[in-house]
C-alpha cells in the first residue's frame, strides 16, 4: 500500500512537471487544459498553463495568453505584453494573431467610431491576403454605421473581408451574408437632406446584396439553415432591386415566409419557433372557426419547438485548438432561442385553452 502511494504521487508530480514544461510536447493537450481550466473558473492556473506551453514556441498559446493580458483574465492587464505575444504568434503563421494585432494598434472595436476604422485599415492587407480571422474582425469592427462612415468605400471593405471569408466556412459565409445584408439596410434612403440620389442608393445596394446573396446561398448549402431567414430579409426590402441582382431570380422564387418556413424545414430552431407562432395567433385571432386538421398541425409545430432537446457541441478531437480573438465577436447569437421558444410556449398554452372552451361550448365538434 505505502508503495502504491509513492507511486501515485510521483505520477502526481511528474504529470505537473510535464504541464509547467516549456518543452515542445503535447501542445495541443495542454493548450486544451488551460482552455478547460479558463471555462471552468481557474483563470490564474490556466494562464500559467497557457505561459508554459507559449514557452514551447506554440503560436496558439502565445495568442491566447496575449488573449489573456489583453482582457485582464488571469494575469495582469498588460497591453504591450498583449502586443509583443500576439507579434510573436503572428509570425509563427497564426491567424487569429495577425487579426488581435491589428485590434490592438488600431485601437479596438466598439461604440468608438474612429478606433473601429483605424482596426479595419490595419486589417487591410491580412485581409487581401485571404485572412479569414481578419475579415471576421473587419465584420466586427463595421457593425455600427458611424464606424462605415469614417472609411471612403466601406461597402468595398465588407466585400473584400466576404471574398476573405468565401470557402467551406459555413458559419463565416452566415455571418458575412447577414452583415452585408444589414450594411445594405443600414444606407440612408433618397429623400433626406444629405442623402444618396436613387441612382446611387441603388446601386450601393445592389453591390452588396449581390455579394451577400452568394454567402448565403452558400452558408445553406454548408448546413447553416438560419441563412434562409436572411434570405427572405433580402427578398422582402429589396425586391424591387431583384431584376439586376445576380442572383435575384433564385432569391425571387419563395417570399420572406417561404424562405423562413425553408428555414424551420432545414432545421434552424429559432425559425420553427417563430413560424409556429405566426400558425398559432393566426387560429387566435381567426374571426370564424378553424378545422381540427390546422388546430393539429399547428399544435404539433409549436410542441416540436417547444419540447426540441439542445444538440451538444461536436468535436473531432478533445483537444482542438482553440485560439481567442481579443474582442468577443458581435453580436454573440445563441443556438437556444429562449425568446422564440418562449412566445411559441405562451401562443400554444393560449390556443390549447380557448380550443378547450370552444370545445365545451360545442362537443360534437
Not at 117 to 124: G, M
Not at 161 to 175: E, N, T, V, Y
Not at 194 to 202: L, N
Not at 209 to 227: H, V, W, Y
Amino acid at each position: 500500500m505505502r508503495h502504491l502511494t509513492i507511486w501515485a504521487i510521483a505520477l502526481v508530480f511528474a504529470a505537473i512537471a510535464l504541464i509547467a514544461s516549456p518543452l515542445p510536447v503535447f501542445q495541443k493537450q495542454r493548450n486544451a487544459l488551460a482552455h478547460w481550466l479558463i471555462a471552468e473558473g481557474f483563470a490564474v492556473i490556466g494562464a500559467k498553463v497557457y505561459l508554459a506551453v507559449a514557452s514551447s514556441g506554440d503560436a496558439t498559446a502565445k495568442n491566447n495568453l496575449g488573449v489573456l493580458h489583453y482582457r485582464g483574465v488571469g494575469v495582469s492587464t498588460d497591453l504591450e505584453a498583449a502586443r509583443g505575444l500576439f507579434t510573436q504568434a503572428a509570425a509563427l503563421r497564426s491567424s487569429q494573431a495577425v487579426a488581435n494585432l491589428a485590434l490592438v494598434q488600431g485601437g479596438g472595436c466598439g461604440l468608438d467610431s474612429a478606433r473601429s476604422a483605424t482596426t479595419v485599415r490595419k486589417l487591410e492587407t491580412a485581409v487581401a491576403d485571404g485572412n479569414a480571422a481578419a475579415a471576421k474582425q473587419t465584420m466586427d469592427c463595421l457593425y455600427f454605421s458611424a464606424a462605415k462612415n469614417r472609411l471612403k468605400d466601406p461597402d468595398g471593405a465588407m466585400i473584400a473581408a466576404s471574398l476573405a471569408i468565401a470557402g467551406d466556412d459555413g458559419p463565416g459565409r452566415f455571418k458575412s451574408g447577414k452583415a452585408l445584408v444589414n450594411a445594405a439596410r443600414s444606407i440612408q434612403h433618397p429623400g433626406y437632406r444629405g442623402s444618396p440620389t436613387q441612382q446611387e442608393y441603388d446601386n450601393r445596394v445592389v453591390r452588396l446584396i449581390d455579394r451577400a446573396s452568394i454567402d448565403l446561398f452558400a452558408a445553406t448549402e454548408l448546413g447553416q439553415p438560419q441563412a434562409y431567414e436572411w434570405l427572405g430579409v433580402a427578398r422582402h426590402q429589396f425586391q424591387k432591386l431583384l431584376p439586376r441582382l445576380q442572383l435575384g431570380e433564385r432569391l425571387g422564387k419563395k417570399t420572406f415566409e417561404e424562405w423562413m418556413q425553408a428555414g424551420a424545414v432545414n432545421g434552424d430552431w429559432a425559425m420553427l419557433c417563430r413560424t409556429a407562432s405566426f400558425a398559432l395567433e393566426d387560429l387566435l385571432h381567426r374571426v370564424g372557426r378553424y378545422s381540427r386538421f390546422e388546430f393539429d398541425t399547428a399544435v404539433a409545430r409549436a410542441r416540436e419547438c417547444v419540447e426540441r432537446k439542445q444538440d451538444g457541441a461536436a468535436s473531432s478531437e478533445w483537444y482542438d485548438a482553440v485560439e481567442y480573438p481579443a474582442v468577443k465577436p458581435h453580436p454573440v447569437a445563441s443556438s437556444y432561442p429562449t425568446f422564440d421558444i418562449g412566445r411559441a410556449a405562451d401562443a400554444l398554452r393560449r390556443l390549447l385553452f380557448q380550443d378547450a372552451v370552444a370545445r365545451l361550448k360545442d362537443p360534437t365538434s
